[in-house]
Each structure stands twice: as C-alpha cells, then as structure tokens.
C-alpha cells in the first residue's frame, strides 16, 4: 500500500516550457487535491476533484490546469512555466466525508529559472 | 469562503515548556477542523480532527485543541513540549456540507532549544 505516490521527486524548467506532475492514490479515495507550498504561504489549494470526472478550482489556479484521468490519477499540468511557478508541489486525497483527513504525497520542488 | 488565520509565525520555545499556538477561521457555518504536522523534510500528517461532541480533541504525540465556537478558534496545545516536535504546524479548515475543499493557514513554525 503506498498511498499517495507523486512524480517527479525534482524538476527544473526553464521560463515557458511545459510540464505534467503527476499523482497517484491506491487507497479508493474520491477526493484529490494539488496544493502548492511556499515560505510563509502556507498551504495553497490549486485545484481539487471531489470525484472522478470532477475537477473545481482552489484559491490560486491561474496557470494550472488538472485532469482527473480515473479514481487514483490527479495530474497537474503548467502550459507555460512562470518563475512565479517556483514551489513545492504537494498531492493529497481523502475519503468523501466532510471529516476524513487528508493523506499527502512526498511533494514534487519544481524550480522555474 | 472559508479562511484559515494563524497568528503566531515563528515560535521558540525551550524544552518542558507548554505550548499554544492559535489558529481562528472565518465561515458562518459548520466546519471540520483539522491541524497537521510537518517535520522536516517530510510531508504533512494529521495531527487531530474535529466534527463534532466533545470540543476538546486529544490527537497523536499528546496533542490536543479546544474548538470554541463562539470565538471561530481552534487552538492547539501541548502541556511540555519535546525538542522532536520541532516542526511547522498547520490548521485547516473544511466547510461541511458546502463543498469539498480544504483550506490551510499559514503555518506555525515552531522551534524546540533542547
């Protein structure tokens, strides 16, 4: 049982380019989330996806997009990389129900030159 | 919209020493609570929860929070705290019912003088 898995561990782009993270739950979750994690910010909801075929916008999705490809796989996709981009990028699911927890990935450090 | 505000940025604290630190939202209605943990390196895990009954929640490591309504806060605690809960620690908040997201604060980071 891995739980959440995230792909890849590092990434360094270069300003423009595009790339896919990748995360995956075996755990039957409905719910994932991408969130992104800055000094001092905190904790920054991207986008979530309360179920498969859902995706909802969090509190900063510009320059984002998602794609819930089935159950496990939430995938988090910059077009057009920004340095603004620079961030550790954190996945996590839970079960449905307002008071189920939230299980995270290892994180993905994206740099943004 | 559900917003999570932790006061405290960076706290020192000497081993043996108790431990506060705040956290409040703003929502006008029911809310699960939530404050987890991330040590150094690694990523977050649940420290404890509310949704309902007894306001005072005991969690993992001999934490606890005291969720107070009529102040929107949910503070959490520690009677003596140990140089390995040296951490960032954060709340989060989901509005019940509403929607499935769950917001964080800005975290509290909390270093332990052995």
């Known amino acids: 049982n891995a739980g959440v898995t995230q792909t890849p561990k590092f990434q360094v782009l270069k300003t423009g380019q595009s790339m896919t993270l990748q995360c995956a739950q075996d755990m039957n979750h409905n719910s994932m989330y991408w969130y992104r994690q800055d000094p001092g910010m905190g904790l920054r909801l991207i986008y979530y996806s309360a179920s498969e075929g859902t995706t909802d916008k969090g509190e900063v999705p510009n320059g984002y997009n998602v794609s819930r490809l089935n159950k496990r796989e939430f995938s988090l996709r910059l077009e057009s990389a920004a340095p603004s981009q620079t961030s550790v990028y954190f996945c996590?699911?839970?079960?449905?129900?307002?008071?189920?927890?939230?299980?995270f990935g290892p994180g993905t450090r994206l740099t943004v030159l | 919209a559900q917003s999570v505000s932790q006061h405290n940025h960076h706290v020192i604290l000497s081993e043996a020493a108790s431990l506060e630190l705040g956290c409040n939202y703003s929502?006008?209605?029911?809310?699960?609570l939530f404050w987890y943990v991330q040590y150094p390196g690694q990523h977050l895990q649940l420290l404890l929860k509310?949704?309902?009954?007894?306001?005072l929640v005991k969690g993992i490591k001999g934490f606890e929070a005291e969720f107070i309504k009529s102040k929107f806060s949910f503070n959490l605690r520690k009677p003596s705290v140990q140089w390995s809960d040296t951490a960032e620690y954060f709340c989060a908040v989901n509005a019940r019912g509403r929607d499935d997201k769950i917001i964080f604060g800005k975290g509290t980071r909390l270093h332990i003088l052995p």
């Open positions: 929502y006008g209605g029911t809310v699960n």
């Open positions: 509310y949704f309902s009954g007894d306001p």
């Open positions: 996590a699911s839970r079960s449905s129900g307002g008071f189920n927890e939230q299980f």
